[in-house]
C-alpha cells in the first residue's frame, strides 16, 4: 500500500490498477518539464555567451599576444649588469623542452590535451558536482588550453562567469592556433611561484640551471607546481612540495615514461631546491639605473614587459676596477681624518642576543662593511659580533688608523691613535682583510665619482656615481655639477695658444686686481699663497699658477673663450662670463670634463659621450633610439657603429664640422698636460711609469672639490671626490691628495689592456731649443736649456709676426691696473 500523504490526493484515491499509468503520466510531465528548464537554461546561456563574446579577444589579438619579459641590461662582454621586471621570463621554444617534461605536464594537468577541443565536459561536469556538494567553487578542471586563457587575458578569481569566458576563449584558441602552439605558450606563460613566470626562468630560479639539465625529480617538482605554485613550491613548503611531486613522478611511472628504479631513486631524492636570482656578473648599479630610466622615458611601463636586451659600452674588468678604486680612496680619505665614533651603544647586559640582532640590522651593510657589536675592549685588540653572528677579534693593526675625528677644518696636531676610541657596547663597521684578519671602518661621508670613456669614440668604458649605489642613487658622474677649478686650465690655455700664445711664452704670475662687472674687486691667488715672476706656459700649467690663467683669460677674451670652450662641449650658457672663469668657477659634471680631455686625447675631434651600444627587443629587432630623435639617450649612433672596427681612423677621417681644436693645439695641450705629470702636480702619477699619460689637477676655492682629469691616445678618466653639501676637505685635500690616487688605482689596473704609444707631434710641429727662464733661442750647450714644441711658424725667430708668429697679442689693459701680461 502506498502511504497517506505521500503523493497529490489524486494519486491517493487511485486503484492500484491505475497507479501504474498515473505514476507513468507524472514521469512523462517530468522529462517534458526537465527538457523544455534544459532548453531554456541552454538558451539562457547562449543568450549570456553571446553577451560576454565582445568583451572576448579576437583571434588576430590572441595570436599577437605578447610574452612579459623583463629588461635585461649586459655589459660589451655580453655579462648581466642588471634586470627590470615583475616577471622573471625565459622564452623557451616547445622543441627546447625535454619530452620528458612535457610528458609530467600533461599527465598532471591535462592528459587529454591532444584529444579535446579545449574544454573537458565530462571533467566540468565533475568540478561542477564537487562544488555543489562542498557548496565551494575550489574544483576548476581547466583545461591547458583553459589556463592560456585565464593567464594571458582574464582574471584569476574563481567565478562562474570567469569560468564561461574561460571556456570561449579556449574554443577561439583552439581555433586560432594548433595545440604545439597553446601548449608552447602554456610553458612560458604559467605562474610557478617565486616571480619565476614559464618552465625556463622556474629552472633557473628553483635550480640554477637550464632546463636540459634538470633531473627527472627536478622535472617532477617543477610539473607539479602550476596547481598552487605560491603556496606549494620547494622553496615555501618543501613538505607539500614534495607530496606534489609524487604524485607527478607515480603519474609518470603508471604511464610508461619512467621505469621502476627510476621511479624509486626519484622519489628517494632530496628536495634541493633554493633561490637562484639573476646572477648579476658586473656591479654597475649607476650604469644600469642610467639605462632603465632611459627607457622607461621612452616606452613607459613597457620597457619591463617587451623583453628589451641593451648591450652597453662598459667594460666589465674595468667597471670593477672603477669601482674598488673609487670605494678605496673615498675609504682611504675618511680614515685619513679619523674615527667619528660608534654609531650607538647598547648596553648589553639588559639586551638579549634577540634584540642585538635587531639593533644590528638597522645598519645597512654595504659590500665588505658590515655592522658589529663590540663584546670587549682588550687594550690593542677588540672583540665584536657581526650582523651574520659571527665572533670575530680586531688586532692593533686594524685598529690604529682610529685616531679620535678631527674636522677637515681644524688647525693644530693631529691626535694619536688609541683602542679606547670604542668600548663593549658600540655598534661600528668593520671588514674582513685576510682569513682571519678584521678591521674597523666607517662609512664614509665624503662621496665622489670616476668616469672613464674611449677618446676616439666617446664610449664610456666605466662609470660610478658614489660609493655606494644602495645607500646614496644620486649619480654623481652625470648629476653633481660641480666647480671643476683648476681642470679647467687647459681649456683656457688651448684658447690661448689659439690666440698667438706658445708653450715658452712668459706670462706673471705676481699679485694682480681686477675689478669685475660680477664679481666686483678681485684679488686672485696663487693655490701656494706666493707670487712669481714671468713663468712659462709649460711652467705655469706644470705648477697651476693661478695668477697666469686669469691673464691668459685676460688676453683671450671672455667672450672668445667661452667660445673656444664651447667647442669642447661646454654649455655656453652655464659659463661665467667673469675672469673667475680661468680658475673653474662654472659647474660641470665629470662625464662633461671627460668628454672635453677626449679633444685633447684623440686629436681635437669632439666626441659624444654614448653609454648604449645596441638595443634588441623581444622579438630580436634591433631599436634605434638616435634615428627616433631621442638627443640625449647616450646612444651609440649608426655613423659610430660603423668606424668601431678602427676607432683611431674614424677620429682621423671624422667631417670638419666634428673638429674642436686643430691637431697642433691638440698635441701642445697634450705635451703640456704630460709635464704636469713628469714636474708638476700630477706626479704621483709617476708610479704607473708609463711616458704617454697626460693630466690635471683641480682644486677649487676653500678646498671644496678635488679633482684629476688625465688621458693618453686610448682612455680618458675623470675622478672627483667632495661632499654632496659642498664643504670644507681638509687644507692637504687637493686635487693631488683626494683624487689622483683613485686615479692611478684605477689606471693602473686597466692600462695593462692599451700598450704604451709614444706622443708623435702631428704635421707642423717643430722643436726648438730655449732657455727656461727667457723662453727664447739657445744653444743645446745651455744647461738651462730644453727642446720646446711650436706650432712650425710661431717658434721663436720666426720671420713672420702675428697671431701664429708666437708674438704675444697687446696686453689687456681694461681694469685698474696698466701692469703687461709680460
Known amino acids: 500500500m502506498v502511504p497517506a500523504g505521500l503523493f497529490s490526493g489524486e494519486l491517493a484515491k487511485a ?198 639539465d634538470l633531473s627527472v625529480p627536478e622535472i617532477a617538482m617543477l610539473a607539479g607546481l602550476p596547481k598552487a605554485p605560491s603556496r606549494d613550491n620547494p622553496i615555501s613548503d618543501p613538505k607539500r612540495a614534495t607530496e606534489r611531486r609524487d604524485y607527478v613522478l607515480k603519474r609518470l611511472h603508471q604511464l610508461g615514461r619512467i621505469d621502476d628504479l627510476s621511479y624509486r631513486t626519484a622519489r628517494e631524492a632530496p628536495v634541493t631546491a633554493t633561490r637562484h636570482v639573476a646572477d648579476v656578473e658586473i656591479q654597475a648599479p649607476y650604469v644600469a639605473e642610467m639605462v632603465r630610466q632611459i627607457l622607461v622615458d621612452r616606452f613607459g611601463e ?163 656615481g658614489g660609493f655606494d649605489y644602495y645607500l646614496s642613487k644620486f649619480n654623481r658622474a652625470t648629476q653633481a655639477l660641480r666647480q671643476p677649478g683648476s681642470n679647467i686650465k687647459p681649456f683656457i690655455y688651448s684658447a690661448a695658444l689659439d690666440s698667438g700664445f706658445t708653450p715658452s711664452s712668459l706670462v706673471s704670475a705676481a699679485p694682480i686686481v681686477i675689478n669685475d662687472d660680477l664679481e666686483g674687486v678681485w684679488r686672485p691667488q696663487n693655490y701656494s699663497g706666493k707670487f712669481f715672476g714671468p713663468t712659462r706656459l709649460r711652467e705655469a700649467l706644470s705648477r697651476s699658477v693661478n695668477l697666469v690663467a686669469v691673464r691668459l683669460l685676460r688676453a683671450v677674451g671672455i667672450e672668445a673663450a667661452i667660445e673656444h670652450l664651447a667647442k669642447f662641449g661646454f654649455d655656453p650658457d652655464q659659463l661665467p662670463r667673469s675672469y673667475s672663469l680661468a680658475l673653474g668657477s662654472t659647474s660641470v659634471t665629470p662625464l662633461d670634463l671627460a668628454a672635453g680631455f677626449a679633444v685633447f686625447a684623440n686629436g681635437g675631434i669632439r666626441v659624444k659621450p654614448y653609454l648604449i651600444e645596441r638595443i634588441v627587443d623581444g622579438q630580436g629587432n634591433q631599436v634605434d633610439l638616435a634615428a627616433e630623435g631621442c638627443v640625449d639617450c647616450l646612444v651609440k649612433s649608426a655613423a659610430r657603429d660603423e668606424a668601431d672596427s678602427d676607432s683611431e681612423q674614424a677620429v682621423k677621417t671624422a667631417p670638419e664640422e666634428y673638429r674642436a681644436i686643430s691637431e697642433q693645439n691638440a698635441f701642445l695641450i697634450r705635451s703640456l698636460m704630460r709635464q704636469v705629470i713628469i714636474s708638476g702636480t700630477g706626479r704621483r702619477a ?131 691696473e696698466s701692469e703687461t701680461l709680460f
Do not use: C
Open 15 to 212: 486503484e492500484p490498477s491505475g497507479l501504474m499509468k498515473l505514476l507513468i503520466r507524472l514521469l512523462w510531465k517530468t522529462v517534458a518539464w526537465g527538457a523544455l528548464f534544459a532548453v531554456a537554461m541552454g538558451i539562457g546561456l547562449g543568450l549570456y555567451a553571446a553577451a560576454l563574446l565582445p568583451e572576448l579577444p579576437t583571434i588576430e589579438e590572441i595570436r599577437r599576444v605578447p610574452l612579459n619579459v623583463p629588461l635585461r641590461i649586459y655589459s660589451r662582454d655580453d655579462k648581466l649588469i642588471a634586470e627590470y621586471g615583475d616577471e622573471r621570463r625565459i622564452p623557451v621554444s616547445l622543441d627546447k623542452t625535454p619530452p620528458l617534461l612535457i610528458d609530467a605536464i600533461l599527465a598532471t594537468e591535462d592528459d587529454r590535451f591532444y584529444h579535446h577541443s579545449g574544454v573537458d565536459f565530462p571533467g566540468i561536469a565533475r568540478a561542477g558536482l564537487s562544488n555543489f556538494l562542498s557548496k565551494s567553487r575550489s574544483q576548476g578542471a581547466s583545461t591547458i588550453t583553459m589556463q592560456v586563457a585565464r593567464n594571458f587575458f582574464l582574471t584569476p578569481e574563481k567565478t562562474y562567469t570567469r569560468k564561461l569566458k574561460e571556456i570561449l576563449l579556449a574554443f577561439h584558441l583552439e581555433r586560432a592556433m594548433t595545440k604545439d602552439e597553446i601548449l608552447e605558450l602554456y610553458l612560458n606563460k604559467i605562474f610557478l611561484g617565486h616571480r619565476a613566470y614559464g618552465f625556463a626562468a622556474a629552472s633557473q630560479v628553483y635550480y640554477g640551471v637550464e632546463l636540459e
Open 686 to 816: 709617476l708610479a704607473l711609469k708609463r711616458s704617454d699619460l697626460a693630466g690635471k689637477t683641480g682644486t677649487t676655492n676653500d678646498f671644496r672639490d678635488a679633482w684629476f682629469s688625465g688621458f693618453n691616445r686610448d682612455i680618458v678618466t675623470t675622478v672627483f671626490v667632495g661632499f654632496d653639501e659642498p664643504s670644507h676637505l681638509g687644507r692637504r685635500e687637493s686635487g693631488a691628495t683626494a683624487a689622483l690616487p683613485i686615479w692611478v688605482e684605477y689606471m693602473g689596473a686597466v692600462l695593462t689592456d692599451f700598450p704604451e704609444r709614444d706622443m708623435t707631434p702631428p704635421a707642423n710641429i717643430v722643436t726648438r731649443f730655449v732657455n727656461k727662464d727667457t723662453g727664447q733661442p739657445t744653444s743645446e750647450d745651455d744647461p738651462d736649456g730644453y727642446a720646446e714644441y711650436y706650432i712650425a711658424g710661431t717658434e721663436p725667430g720666426a720671420d713672420a709676426a702675428g697671431p701664429d708668429s708666437g708674438e704675444p697679442p697687446a696686453p689687456d689693459r681694461e681694469g685698474p
Open 302 to 464: 613597457k620597457a619591463y614587459q617587451l623583453g628589451y636586451r641593451v648591450t652597453v659600452s662598459i667594460d666589465g674588468e674595468h667597471q670593477a676596477r672603477a669601482d674598488e678604486a673609487l670605494r678605496n680612496g673615498l675609504l682611504n680619505y675618511d680614515k685619513r681624518h679619523g674615527f667619528r665614533g660608534p654609531l650607538e651603544n647598547l648596553n648589553l647586559d639588559r639586551h638579549s642576543p634577540e634584540s642585538i640582532d635587531n639593533a644590528l640590522l638597522k645598519y645597512p651593510k654595504s659590500r665588505e662593511l658590515v655592522p658589529a657589536v663590540v663584546l670587549e675592549n682588550r687594550g690593542q685588540a677588540v672583540t665584536a659580533l657581526t650582523q651574520e653572528r659571527e665572533t670575530i677579534d680586531i688586532d692593533w693593526g686594524g685598529i690604529k688608523w682610529a685616531r679620535a675625528y678631527r674636522s677637515p677644518n681644524s688647525i693644530g696636531p693631529e691626535l694619536t691613535a688609541s683602542a679606547e676610541v670604542v668600548s663593549r657596547g658600540d655598534i661600528v663597521y668593520v671588514s674582513r682583510t685576510g682569513d682571519d684578519a678584521w678591521r674597523l671602518e666607517q662609512m664614509p661621508e665624503i662621496s665622489g665619482a670616476l668616469v672613464s670613456l674611449d677618446p676616439n669614440t666617446g664610449a664610456i668604458d666605466a662609470l660610478t
